[in-house]
């Protein structure tokens, strides 16, 4: 078996494991799939920040809509009607749901810059320590020179 055969077979062999280990998301796949982005995914903390801004806005839109749905409510109490009855049982129901979601969506504010924080920091960490072990451990020369 000849360098040269052996050489083209183990750069073939890296190429194929280096292909196998990129970590794709089936959504941001270039190729149709869903997504857009490029190969790489990467951690990107005024992206977080944005969303959690973003669920901040919308618990000013849901109280917003809850001021408007109370001043509404009002003119409907008329005791004695059935469907007013109705009416105001709906409008708890819908009250209870509003409230729980501006609750919730306050509540994601803060894990959500502290998710974009970790990430980011994880991301930043292992690229720390594939450096330093690329530093540590390189690569011998090919057989042959280049």
């Known amino acids: 078996m000849s360098s040269t055969s052996f050489d083209a077979e183990w750069a073939g062999l890296k190429e194929g494991t280096a292909a196998a280990t990129q970590m794709r998301l089936a ?10 982005g490029g190969e790489d ?3 990107d903390q005024a992206v977080w920040n944005k969303a959690s801004n973003d669920v901040g806005q919308l618990v000013s839109g849901i109280k917003k809509a809850q001021t408007a749905f109370e001043a509404g409510q009002k003119g409907a109490a008329v005791s004695g009607v059935d469907s007013a009855a109705a009416q105001s049982e709906l409008y708890q129901s819908w009250k209870t749901y509003l409230d729980g979601l501006a609750g919730k969506c306050s509540a994601l504010q803060g ?5 974009g924080k970790g990430q980011v ?5 292992l690229r720390a320590d594939f450096t330093r072990m690329n530093d540590q451990y390189k690569d ?3 057989t042959g020179g280049r």
């Open 121 to 125: 920091a994880n991301d930043e960490a």
């Open 111 to 115: 894990p959500m810059v502290q998710a």
């Open 41 to 43: 995914l990467k951690s």
């Open 140 to 142: 011998t020369p090919a």
């Open 27 to 36: 959504s941001a796949a270039p190729d149709g799939g869903g997504g857009g």
